[in-house]
Every structure is written in C-alpha cells, then in structure tokens.
T-cell receptor, first 115, second 113 residues
Framework: DAGVIQSPRHEVTEMGQEVTLRCKPISGHNSLFWYRQTMMRGLELLIYFNNNVPIDDSGMPEDRFSAKMPNASFSTLKIQPSEPRDSAVYFC?????????????FGDGTRLSIL | GNSVTQMEGPVTLSEEAFLTINCTYTATGYPSLFWYVQYPGEGLQLLLKATKADDKGSNKGFEATYRKETTSFHLEKGSVQVSDSAVYFCALSRNNQGGKLIFGQGTELSVKP
C-alpha cells in the first residue's frame, strides 16, 4: 500500500522566494496534518484538516504560511515569502479521524533550506 | 490543557542493555496513548499504542503499559540493539479531536556495540 507521499524531498531556495510543499495522504484517510521539525523547537503541529476543512491552524507561525486541501487526495503548504528561519523538515501525516485512537501515518518529509 | 512530558535525552546504552524511557501525560478524560519512533532521515512511525487504562502495547520487543493512576506510559525494552538507535516520541490523542496528537519533545536513544 502506498503511504503518505510528500514532494519534493529536498528544497533549497533563496529567501524571498515562494515555496510550495505537497502531500498526498493515504486513500480513505480523512484527517491530514502538517508538522514542522527543527532542532530548536522539536516537532510542531502547524495545521490540520478534517474532511478537507481546516480545523485548527493555531500552529501556523505567521501570515506567510498558508495551507490548502482542495480535495481528499491532495494538500499544499505554501510559504511566501520564505525566510532563512523557515528552514526545517516539514512532515505531512494522515489518519482516519474516527475513531480518534487510530494512529497517524507520516510521510518521509521535505527538508527545506532557505538561504 | 493536554500535554506530554518525556525524559530528556540523549540516552546512551550498550547493546543488550535494558531500556526505559519515561513518559507522563496530563489530559482530561481518557486519552489514547502512543509511542512513535523516528529513524534518521525518516518520518515518524507508530511503534505501539494503548487505548485504555491497564492496556499494554507491544511491538518489536518494546512494551508500554497505560497507567492511569500515575498518568504514565513508559517505554521499555529488555535488550536493545544498535538498530534501535532513533528518536522516540510519546503522544496522546483525545476523542472528538479528529485524530490530533499531542507529542512529547522526543528522546534520542543511541545504542553502542
């Protein structure tokens, strides 16, 4: 079975550029989560969707970050404009939301470097 | 609010040593509890879970028991291997929150031959 698929795996770009990260959740999963992981702050939940609707975006650091889920099989996380402090590994995860004791399945992440 | 606290790492052990990574939680009601493992360069993978008090989750020689009286979910393994070197995350989820997980800060384990 295909797991959560993220692209690209690595992204290096200059500050000020727009960055778009992509995620394809596992088919049939109706919850999708975006995380950011850094050495300093550990693993942070940025936003999560349930049935394509954003439920909690309180972890989104600022207006430069936006996320969309236009359909059940695709989500994007966009940073515009990007800054060096956005450098991190970004993970997408999906799960069945009901019941809530189902585990999340993580993608392999996108390693983002902003120069 | 809901929170998860893990023992700080890094934890360094010799091969075949006994492992304990402490995890305690704060939550109202009856959360489900999880341990995830992250190998270098990879995403998190579910290691084991427990959904109610006194449940024991187990996988790959790892075990953890849901202790409601002490609000704990400590991870144990009787004999670690070099291949167990990774970062371990304790997490909880509560009902009616769409599967949202609250993670601990992670504990890095390094096993030496």
């Amino acid at each position: 079975d295909a797991g959560v698929i993220q692209s690209p795996r690595h992204e290096v770009t200059e500050m000020g550029q727009e960055v778009t990260l992509r995620c394809k959740p596992i088919s049939g999963h109706n919850s999708l989560f975006w995380y950011r992981q850094t050495m300093m702050r550990g693993l942070e939940l940025l936003i999560y969707f349930n049935n394509n609707v954003p439920i909690d975006d309180s972890g989104m650091p600022e207006d430069r970050f936006s996320a969309k889920m236009p359909n059940a099989s695709f989500s994007t996380l966009k940073i515009q404009p990007s800054e060096p402090r956005d450098s991190a590994v970004y993970f997408c995860a999906s799960s069945p939301s009901d019941p809530s004791n189902q585990p999340q399945h993580f993608g392999d992440g996108t390693r983002l470097s902003i120069l | 609010g809901n929170s998860v606290t893990q023992m700080e790492g890094p934890v360094t052990l010799s091969e075949e040593a006994f492992l304990t990574i402490n995890c305690t939680y704060t939550a109202t009601g009856y959360p489900s509890l999880f341990w995830y493992v992250q190998y270098p360069g990879e995403g998190l993978q579910l290691l084991l879970k427990a959904t109610k008090a006194d449940d024991k989750g187990s996988n790959k020689g790892f075990e953890a028991t849901y202790r409601k009286e002490t609000t704990s979910f400590h991870l144990e393994k009787g004999s670690v291997q070099v291949s167990d070197s990774a970062v371990y995350f304790c997490a909880l989820s509560r009902n009616n929150q769409g599967g949202k997980l609250i993670f601990g800060q992670g504990t890095e384990l390094s096993v030496k031959p």
